[in-house]
């Protein structure tokens, strides 16, 4: 049971709690259908067992030892082009809280991942109801890898075997931060201070500003990370000049001497 008493004016105020579910973002988006939520309504489990990545992408986390959570927004004030802005915030929302824990490792992997170094510590998925030109609601679903430690892939890893704690770590207390830090940046993105979350942003954008390998149409090639345009593409700089690439579109690759 997810008993938090987050500081904030609407995140994490209003939690539904469920043991088991097939995904907290399913969950939220019936809530939305059903009723008119509060904003800041968060949908929680222990054990989903059908979770989303990006795209179709499967997410799977041990039952209980993870937090797994949706979080119902209402970004009126946001054009429907301008939803990789709510990812910016939201990002920077867990990257904030985890902060402390992690260090100096941590990275936000465009478009939506969580990494210390070159491995996954979570996920984020938004998804939008778009009214007219504007988003009406959104569902943030995330999902954060932090007391398991044993994992099917080995580019995987938690906030335990990260820094690990005697007695592993709190999940209502995590998500009681989460709140706070994502709030606060949604603030600052209703607000219109985009330049400071943009900064932010691409001081936390893995493998910005550094050369690399990376994949498109099954062809290898060698470029750095320039930024991201407004529509959220990723800008990578090659021999050719730059390219904007949206999601699915690029790979990024491991290589054995990196």
Not at 109 to 135: C, F, M, R, V
Not at 198 to 222: G, M
Request: glycine share 8%; with cysteine.
């Amino acid at each position: 049971m997810y008993k938090i008493y987050p500081k904030t004016l609407f995140a994490g105020q209003i939690i539904k709690y469920l043991p088991s579910c097939q995904s907290t973002n399913d969950e939220a988006s019936d809530l939305i259908a059903q009723s008119e939520p509060a904003e800041g309504t968060i949908v929680v489990t222990d054990n989903q067992t059908a979770g989303r990545g990006q795209r179709g992408n499967i997410w799977l986390a041990q039952a209980g030892q993870n937090l797994t959570f949706s979080l119902i927004l209402k970004p009126v004030f946001l054009p429907a082009s301008d939803q990789f802005w709510l990812n910016m915030a939201i990002s920077l929302g867990i990257t904030d809280t985890l902060k402390p824990l992690i260090g100096e490792a941590l990275r936000i992997k465009w478009p939506n991942d969580i990494y210390a170094g070159d491995q996954k510590l979570g996920g984020i998925l938004i998804e939008n109801t778009l009214h007219s030109y504007h988003i009406a609601w959104s569902v943030v679903g995330m999902g954060l890898n932090v007391n398991q430690v044993e994992f099917a892939h080995p580019t995987a890893t938690s906030i335990q075997q990260q820094t690990p704690l005697p007695n592993g770590y709190d999940l209502p207390g995590l998500l009681s931060a989460c709140c706070e830090h994502i709030e606060q940046r949604y603030l600052q993105l209703r607000s219109g201070q985009r330049k400071e979350l943009e900064s932010s942003y691409l001081q936390l954008l893995y493998r910005y500003q550094e050369v690399h390998h990376f994949k498109s149409e099954d062809r290898l090639f060698t470029g750095k990370i320039v930024g991201i345009d407004p529509m959220g593409r990723l800008a990578i700089q090659r021999g050719d000049g730059v390219r904007y690439f949206n999601f699915k579109e690029v790979a990024f690759i491991l290589m054995n001497d990196e």
